[in-house]
C-alpha cells in the first residue's frame, strides 16, 4: 500500500511538474521546434527536467499589450 501510494505522488508530482513547465514555454518567445525542443528535455528528465527549462529561460518575453490607461485632466 505504502508503495503504490509513493508511485501514485511521483507520477502526480511528475505530471504537474512537466505542466508547469509547458505553460512557462507558453510565455516565452519559443519557434514551435524550440517548444517541441524543451518540451521534450521536461519530459526526459523526470525529476530535475521542468526545473532546468524554467532556469533556462529559452527566448524573450513576450510582451503583454495593454491598453493605457487614459489621463485624467483636473
Known amino acids: 500500500m505504502e508503495a503504490t ?3 501514485i505522488l511521483l507520477i502526480a508530482y511528475l505530471a504537474a511538474a512537466f505542466v508547469v513547465a509547458m505553460f512557462y514555454l507558453r510565455h516565452r518567445r519559443v519557434t514551435p521546434l524550440e ?3 524543451w ?3 521536461a ?3 523526470p525529476a530535475l527536467g521542468p526545473f532546468f527549462v524554467i532556469a533556462a529561460r529559452p527566448g ?3 510582451r ?6 487614459k489621463k ?3
Open 64 to 69: 503583454v499589450r495593454r491598453p493605457q490607461a
Open 35 to 37: 517548444y517541441l525542443f
Open 5 to 7: 501510494l509513493l508511485r
Open 72 to 74: 485624467r485632466v483636473v
Open 39 to 41: 518540451g521534450t528535455l
Open 60 to 62: 524573450p518575453r513576450r
Open 43 to 45: 519530459l526526459a528528465l
